[in-house]
C-alpha cells in the first residue's frame, strides 16, 4: 500500500502524559494535513505543511500540541500533558497542488 | 471563513430508493467542492469533486452557486453504499488556503 501511512493505529495514555504521532505522506506529495476527528464530527483541521514550512495552525492547536515536518517528508505530532478532551482519531493527508487530500487510516487516542 | 452543514445526520433507505444527501456551504470567494466517503473500517477516501464532473459508483453532485448547495444524488442505492458521507469545500485560487473544511457527515443506511 503506497497510501498515506500513520503510526501507532492506537494509542492509550495517561493524562498528563506525552504522546508522539507519526505520518508518512505519500512521497511525491509536498502538502501534509493533520486533522482531528471526535465522535459525530466531521475532520476539524489542525495544520498544515508545505513541504518543511508549517503554513497554517488552527485555534484548536493549543500550546500542548506540536508537529514538525523537518525533511519535508514524514512529519509528527506531538500532544504533551494529555488531557481527557484529547482523546479522538488524528488523521493524516497528503496532496500535490491541485490534487485532492489522501487521508490514512488514523491513529486513535485514549486518555485514561 | 468557510463552512459546510450538513442538515441532516442519518438517512435510511431501501435498496433500489433514490437518494439525496444534502449539503450547503458558505464560502466567500470561489470554492471547490467534494465530496469524500468512509466505508466501515475503512479510510476517509474521496468519492466525487464538483470539477471533474464525474459519476462514481452511480453518483453525481452539480454545484448551484445560487443556492449555495452540492447535494450528492443516486437514482438506485445499493447496499454496498451504505457508509459515511462527508461533504467539504476548499478555496481557490492564489490566495486561497489549500485546507479542506469538513461538515459533520451523514449516514447513509440501504437496507435490503
Known amino acids: 500500500d503506497t497510501g498515506v501511512s500513520q503510526n501507532p493505529r492506537h494509542k492509550i495514555t495517561k493524562r498528563g502524559q506525552n504522546v508522539t504521532f507519526r505520518c508518512d505522506p505519500i512521497?511525491?506529495?509536498?502538502?501534509l494535513y493533520w486533522y482531528r476527528q471526535t465522535l459525530g464530527q466531521g475532520p476539524e483541521f489542525l495544520t498544515y505543511?508545505?513541504?518543511?514550512?508549517?503554513?497554517?495552525k488552527s485555534r484548536l492547536l493549543s500550546d500542548r500540541f506540536s508537529a514538525e515536518r523537518p525533511k519535508g517528508s514524514f512529519s509528527t505530532l506531538e500532544i504533551q500533558r494529555t488531557e481527557q478532551g484529547d482523546s479522538a482519531m488524528y488523521l493524516c493527508?497528503?496532496?500535490?497542488?491541485?490534487?485532492?487530500?489522501?487521508f490514512g487510516n488514523g491513529t486513535r487516542l485514549t486518555v485514561t | 471563513a468557510q463552512r459546510v452543514t450538513q442538515p441532516e445526520k442519518l438517512l435510511s433507505v431501501f435498496k433500489g430508493a433514490p437518494v439525496e444527501l444534502k449539503c450547503n456551504y458558505s464560502?466567500?470567494?470561489?470554492?471547490?467542492l467534494f465530496w469524500y466517503v468512509q466505508y466501515s473500517r475503512q479510510r476517509l477516501q474521496l468519492l466525487l469533486r464538483?470539477?471533474s464532473r464525474e459519476s462514481i459508483k452511480g453518483f453525481t453532485a452539480d454545484l448551484n452557486k445560487g443556492e449555495t448547495s452540492f447535494h450528492l444524488k443516486k437514482p438506485f442505492a445499493q447496499e454496498e453504499d451504505s457508509a459515511m458521507y462527508y461533504c467539504?469545500?476548499?478555496?481557490?485560487?492564489?490566495?486561497?488556503?489549500?485546507?479542506?473544511?469538513f461538515g459533520k457527515g451523514i449516514t447513509l443506511s440501504v437496507r435490503p
Open positions: 464538483h470539477i
Open positions: 493527508a497528503s496532496s500535490s497542488q491541485g490534487s485532492p487530500l489522501h
Open positions: 512521497s511525491e506529495h509536498n502538502r
Open positions: 467539504a469545500i476548499k478555496g481557490v485560487g492564489s490566495g486561497a488556503n489549500s485546507k479542506l473544511t
Open positions: 505543511f508545505q513541504n518543511e514550512a508549517q503554513l497554517e
Open positions: 464560502y466567500s470567494g470561489s470554492p471547490e
